[in-house]
T-cell receptor, first 115, second 113 residues
Framework: GQQLNQSPQSMFIQEGEDVSMNCTSS?????WLWYKQEPGEGPVLLIALYKAGELTSNGRLTAQFGITRKDSFLNISASIPSDVGIYFCAGQGSYSGAGSYQLTFGKGTKLSVIP | KAGVTQTPRYLIKTRGQQVTLSCSPISGHRSVSWYQQTPGQGLQFLFEYFSETQRNKGNFPGRFSGRQFSNSRSEMNVSTLELGDSALYLC????????????FGSGTRLTVV
């Protein structure tokens, strides 16, 4: 089946530092989504990207939809303690597989922020 | 407005039993999807319902089933539980199919002993 390779798996950073994580796929997606999940909760949508090359910001978060439609990255600037959590990328609407509306998730990047 | 509500939050079942999980989507949302989350496999798609019809199904055995009611509420059922079914089961709703702007519930933590 389709797989998304998300890296890094985990990160320990100092408060105030910038963070970068990315996802790559062997399949093309129509939409890339970035979610954050905190303990005991479901994933919360952070940013949605709908066009190849699109660069979108949400506060301190910036994400880009790769030109090839097979990758995306998420940057967090000036990290703060409440950024702690697991960040997931998700692709939707792959041309190469059946079930074009389901989300295919990466394995997540666990972010720890040291005050 | 109320978010996606999943009940129960926690559940402990014995191998061989069956279980039913419930999901109430955001008011007005017609699409409901279910995902299984485990440490090893991550988030995996189970199925999606829209207007009481299953529109898409993931690669899970037939022990996993679901349905959607006319008020868009959805249930999923797992029969003959196995230890490997222990997971966080997440429900997500969206206005239409294609799931743009999926909103997830907090999940049901199922433990099979």
């Amino acid at each position: 089946g389709q797989q998304l390779n998300q890296s890094p798996q985990s990160m320990f950073i100092q408060e105030g530092e910038d963070v970068s994580m990315n996802c790559t796929s062997s399949s093309i997606f129509n939409t890339w989504l970035w979610y954050k999940q905190e303990p005991g909760e479901g994933p919360v949508l952070l940013i949605a990207l709908y066009k190849a090359g699109e660069l979108t910001s949400n506060g301190r978060l910036t994400a880009q939809f790769g030109i090839t439609r097979k990758d995306s990255f998420l940057n967090i600037s000036a990290s703060i303690p409440s950024d702690v959590g697991i960040y997931f990328c998700a692709g939707q609407g792959s041309y190469s597989g059946a079930g074009s509306y389901q989300l295919t998730f990466g394995k997540g990047t666990k972010l720890s922020v040291i005050p | 407005k109320a978010g996606v509500t999943q009940t129960p939050r926690y559940l402990i079942k014995t191998r061989g039993q069956q279980v039913t999980l419930s999901c109430s989507p955001i008011s007005g949302h017609r699409s409901v999807s279910w995902y299984q989350q485990t440490p090893g496999q991550g988030l995996q798609f189970l199925f999606e319902y829209f207007s009481e019809t299953q529109r898409n199904k993931g690669n899970f055995p037939g022990r996993f089933s679901g349905r959607q009611f006319s008020n868009s509420r959805s249930e999923m059922n797992v029969s003959t539980l196995e230890l490997g079914d222990s997971a966080l089961y997440l429900c997500a709703s969206s206005l239409e199919l294609a799931g743009y702007g999926y909103t997830f519930g907090s999940g049901t933590r199922l433990t099979v002993v």
